[in-house]
């Protein structure tokens, strides 16, 4: 069930659901399309397991919408699925596919090629600031989705993002980067093929280890000075979260790192 205040009687916007809907699925197929005519072999495999798994991880929406007080406009909806009485739209999907698939192949090709610590704080830096620039004209146009309860450092009518959330979202990619890098290191096909499992898997593991303190806050009858006290301790364990990343995939990041077993796996399948 969604929460008590959810806004259950939100419309979706014809117009923004079929401009999403086109122009998401457009972006994922021409993504797609680049890959294969761009990679060959192993290179254009890895980037489609990848994308994949992006694509997967549409599953962890409803959680972290039911937790984190998001609704997707309802009424009206061409719905992708509903679970724990939340709606996701069709154009999801594609969302996750090429925009977390897609950052998380750009993150893996910048470790392999031997980022830098700065690097890696530029691209979460980057990441946190896409979101912004993503969510930020939908919120403000409405119609489509929007954050409800006592959500810190949020304002609905000039700041309907909570800035929470731009500092995990920002996480995702790196996470997942992680997982990947991780499979690839692993002897045996199998390890390689699960990365469209892996990439889900840990961006669930991501929030959930940082979101927990404002989900407490949201989920319970806390005030605005609790509720803000426990946005501030999730930011900051997204941002140590996102250090104990960086420094993580630094140090698999040698400019020789090039994973050839697990990439000649999947050349032999």
Known sequence: MPAPDAPVTMVMSSAAQWLFTVAHFAVAAAVTVWV??????????????????????VLAEPLFDRLGMIWHASVGQWTLLVMYGHHIP???????????GGQTLFVVQRVRAGARVADLWRLYGLFCVM?????????????????????????????????????LNGLLPLAA??????????????????????????IFAVYAA???????????NAGRVVGDLCGALTIALGVFTAYLLITMLRREAPVEVT???????????
Not at 149 to 161: C, E, H, I, K, V
Not at 259 to 269: F, G, K, R
């Open 36 to 57: 294969l005519r761009h990679w060959r072999g192993a290179q254009a495999r890895l980037a489609l397991l990848v994308l994949a798994g992006g694509g997967i991880s």
């Open 210 to 220: 940082t979101a927990w303190p404002v989900w407490a806050a949201l989920n319970s």
């Open 259 to 269: 994973v050839p077993e697990a990439m000649q796996q999947l050349v032999s399948v």
């Open 177 to 202: 980067a992680a997982a990947v890098l991780l499979m690839l290191s692993l002897k045996g096909r199998g390890h390689v093929w699960s990365i469209p499992l892996a990439i889900p898997m840990a």
């Open 90 to 100: 069709l154009w999801m999907l594609p969302v996750y596919y090429w925009f977390i």
């Open 131 to 167: 979101d912004f620039l993503l969510e930020l004209p939908i919120l403000y146009i409405g119609g489509v989705y929007t954050y409800f309860g006592n959500q810190p450092f949020w304002s609905r009518t000039w700041f309907p993002l909570p800035g929470w959330y731009a500092a």
